[in-house]
Each structure stands twice: as structure tokens, then as C-alpha cells.
């Protein structure tokens, strides 16, 4: 999985390609951790990434945890296939999803 | 919660395996509770439900027997353990395009086939193995023999035949053999007992408003259980009837028990070199704890 980040102000756009499971999400995990400092927006773009497992879910609710306390986060270009597993998990009622 | 007897011989067998399933865990617990916009009282599907059968597994398979599972094997037993019950909550559009794939026979002759709440409850377990096809990715589950093998563990939890050979056949998954039909049977009766012992009833359920006289038995009936324990040998419902009239419920509850042990005993004797050990299930007061 790649990971490009971009920041503008203090709002950052992570951009997911490739899958994130039980393999990626760890490296996810790691790499947020130290880069949300400071960060008020912050924003998943899902465009390129082909797949997401529970595993994954679990490092996007993670972040979800950490921007409630600071700021906002929402998840832009998903998949239909992946707004499908937003949605039988309940993750589509959690998660600013645009 | 004592064992995790089959958790750790994963973990010990098959780290990455073992990774994958508890990986599967976050999204398992928001899944299960989904039951709730089907079932909003009574009964619980919730993965405390999921965790309690998955406990009796490994009290029932116990530490000598669970040494003779391989790592795949104790993998869809625990994921079955989780995903038995998951069709009680499919979401509407799975249910219409899972329905046209089960073989409903002549349900509806005598059955309303606009409650859809009753028909899942029914058919649960179709809709679960259904479920579990469709979403595998989410779980990660790694090969389609691992898919094969936890769809029909969790379908043999109920209305099955577990001696059909090919519905329950032992599974050749790369050079290790799945048993199915002796996990199967396990599973069974692991979710016998708790849908006897336990259900989180306290928990989950304010009794006083309880009107109808069936839900006034049935919560009595289970509030009678204090606890269960399966011990080498047998099977002990722990009890304290608050009124005489749950005795004979209670002992109806044991019968059934003692049925599908005697039932699920002799599918893993007749159909695979492991054993279900204990042979009895008894009815004795809690203080004899």
C-alpha cells in the first residue's frame, strides 16, 4: 500500500492506494501517529485503494478517535465496493463520508 | 473465560493466521450487533453471545483434545464461533438477494412471507453461511477450503445434517485435513448450551416488563440457570428456581441438551478420529457448586 500525504494549513489529505488488511494497516497505524499533531482537518482519500478489511477499519477508527479531539475527519472518494463494507459494518453511520 | 485453549494453539501453530483472525474481531463486534434492528429484545446475538459459545468449544474440546487440532482447523472453529449467528442481522438488501439463493421449501405455506424478522430468525444459519461467502474478504479469510469450511461449521450449528458427507465433508486444505463434521458438531452443542445458560438476560432485559406468559417462562426459565459448567465428564446446569414452576422448564432445557450431545457425541465418533468426552448433562442445585 502507498501512502501520500499533503498538507495545506493545517488540514492533511491522506491518500490510500492499494490494499489496507491485516499486512498494511499496521504501517497505516504507525505513520498517523506521528504526523496528526497540529492537524484540525484531516481527510482520507480513498480513490485508488482497491480494498479495505476489518483490520483497516479499525486503524480509520482510530484516527476518527483522535481527530474528534482536535478537529474533523472525513473520507472522500470511496468505492462502491468499500461504501458497501462502510455500510453492513456501521462504520457509514460513524464516519463523514463524502 | 479461563482456556482460550484453541486461541492459543493458533497463535502458537500459525501466528499470521492467528493475526488475521483477531483482525477480524473489530469489525465482528459493530457486525453483531446489527441483530438488533431485527431482534431489538429477547434474545442476544451480540459477540458476547459469540464469545460465550467459543468459551464452551474450548471447554468441550478441553486441553488433551485441542493438541490433535491443526492451526486451520482451530481457525474455523473460532471464526464459526463469531460468525454462526451473523445472518440475524443481514441488512435488507442482503436479505432479498440471499433469499433467492435458500431453499425455503415449504415455509411459506405456513409462514408470512412478509416478516422477514421471522424468516431470517428461521433460517439464520443460511443466512449466515450466505453472509460469510459474500463478505470473506473482509475477514480475510485466505482461501476459498477456509471459506468452505467456516461457512458449514457455522451452518451446522443448527437444521442440518452433520452425518451428510457431502455437506460435511473432511477437507483437504493444502496438506493439512479440515474435520469438519467433528467441528461442526462441537459447535453445535457449545451453542446449545449457552443459548441455555446464559443469553445475558440480566444484562440486556428489564423482566417487569415482560407481559406475554411464553417471554414470563421463557426469562424464568433462564434466570433459574445460574450457570453452566462443562466439566471432562458431563455437562452441570447450576440452578436456583426462584418458583416452582420453572423446575420442569429447566428440565426440559437439560433434556434438550442431553439430546443434541447424544446426537453431536456420536457425529464426532462416527466421523472423525476425535471425541466429544463428556457424555451427560445434570441439573443440581447452585449451592452443590
Known amino acids: 500500500m502507498t501512502i501520500n500525504k499533503t498538507k495545506n494549513g493545517d488540514a492533511m489529505t491522506v491518500a490510500l492506494e492499494g490494499r489496507l488488511d491485516t499486512t498494511t494497516a499496521p504501517e497505516l497505524d504507525a505513520d498517523m501517529k506521528g504526523s496528526l499533531e497540529g492537524v484540525k482537518e484531516l481527510i482520507f482519500d480513498f480513490a485508488n485503494l482497491e480494498y479495505i478489511s476489518s483490520a483497516g477499519l479499525r486503524v480509520i477508527l482510530a484516527n476518527q478517535k483522535a481527530m474528534s479531539k482536535q478537529g474533523s475527519m472525513k473520507v472522500v472518494n470511496v468505492s462502491a465496493e468499500i461504501m458497501e463494507i462502510f455500510s453492513v459494518t456501521g462504520f457509514s453511520d460513524i464516519l463523514t463520508i463524502e | ?289
Open chain 2, 1 to 289: 473465560m479461563e482456556e482460550f485453549y484453541l486461541e492459543q494453539r493458533l497463535r502458537a501453530l500459525d501466528p499470521a493466521l492467528h493475526t488475521k483472525m483477531t483482525g477480524s474481531i473489530f469489525a465482528l463486534q459493530k457486525l453483531l450487533l446489527s441483530f438488533l434492528s431485527w431482534f431489538p429484545s429477547f434474545t442476544d446475538h451480540s459477540i458476547l453471545h459469540s464469545m460465550h459459545v467459543l468459551d464452551f468449544c474450548n471447554r468441550l474440546i478441553g486441553e488433551e483434545q485441542v493438541g490433535k487440532l491443526n492451526a486451520k482447523e482451530c481457525y474455523v472453529l473460532i471464526m464459526a464461533c463469531y460468525l454462526h449467528d451473523i445472518g440475524m442481522g443481514v441488512t435488507e438488501k442482503d436479505f432479498h438477494a440471499f433469499s433467492e439463493k435458500i431453499d425455503f421449501g415449504d415455509y411459506f405455506q405456513t409462514h408470512d412471507k412478509e416478516d422477514i424478522s421471522e424468516t431470517i430468525r428461521a433460517f439464520h444459519q443460511e443466512f449466515s453461511g450466505l453472509f460469510i461467502q459474500k463478505y470473506a474478504d473482509l475477514f480475510e479469510i485466505p482461501s476459498e477450503e477456509l471459506v468452505f469450511a467456516i461457512v458449514q461449521t457455522s451452518r451446522g450449528h443448527r437444521q442440518t445434517d452433520l452425518y451428510d458427507e457431502t455437506e460435511f465433508p473432511q477437507v483437504l486444505c493444502g496438506e493439512d485435513v479440515i474435520r469438519l463434521p467433528y467441528l461442526a458438531a462441537v459447535m453445535r452443542l457449545a451453542d446449545e448450551i449457552d443459548v441455555a445458560a446464559d443469553r445475558n438476560l440480566e444484562l440486556l432485559f428489564d423482566a417487569s416488563t415482560l407481559t406475554r406468559e411464553r417471554d414470563i417462562l421463557a426469562f424464568g426459565t433462564h434466570d433459574s440457570i445460574r450457570s453452566v459448567s462443562v466439566e471432562q465428564e458431563r455437562i452441570v446446569l447450576y440452578t436456583r428456581p426462584k418458583e416452582e414452576k420453572f423446575i420442569p422448564l429447566v428440565e426440559e432445557v437439560n433434556k434438550k441438551i442431553q439430546t443434541t450431545l447424544d446426537y453431536c457425541k456420536d457425529v464426532a465418533r462416527k466421523r472423525s478420529d476425535l471425541l466429544i468426552t463428556q457424555t451427560t448433562s445434570v441439573v443440581l442445585p447452585e449451592e452443590s457448586r
